[in-house]
Nanobody, 124 residues
Framework: QVQLVESGGGLAQPGGSLRLSCAAS???????????MGWYRQAPGRQRELVAT???????NYTDSVKGRFTISRDNAKNTVYLQMNSLNPEDTALYYC???????????????WGQGTQVTVSS
């Protein structure tokens, strides 16, 4: 059974920081380092958005609204992916989901497995 478990969400003030973690487990993740990983978010009344991805070769990509503020990274030895979020603003408030996936023939990220999500709320 594949599991992705997020942690690190919570309440932050505008301008503050949070670090999300996602621990992967299950037999399929014996080859965790071969997977691309991604973070999605969904705010109430808004479409789900792909925030950041990292390939098995540590190539990263970000949606424009978080560039320069968020950093995705991975630790293959711990089967864990992180999302460091700095300079948070209220528009970052959402449920954040960790995903494991792969790149398709057009090098677009395709999620395969999803975590349960962790809530991030940015408010003063």
């Amino acid at each position: 059974q594949v599991q992705l478990v997020e942690s690190g969400g919570g309440l932050a003030q505008p301008g503050g920081s949070l670090r999300l973690s996602c621990a992967a487990s299950g037999s399929i993740f014996s080859i965790f380092r071969g997977y691309a990983m991604g973070w999605y978010r969904q705010a109430p009344g808004r479409q789900r958005e792909l925030v950041a991805t990292i390939t098995h070769r540590d190539s990263t990509n970000y949606t424009d609204s978080v560039k320069g503020r968020f950093t995705i990274s991975r630790d293959n030895a711990k089967n864990t992916v992180y999302l460091q979020m700095n300079s948070l603003n209220p528009e970052d408030t959402a449920l954040y989901y960790c995903t494991a996936g792969q790149l398709d023939s057009g090098l677009e990220y395709v999620p395969i497995n999803w975590g349960q999500g962790t809530q991030v709320t940015v408010s003063s």
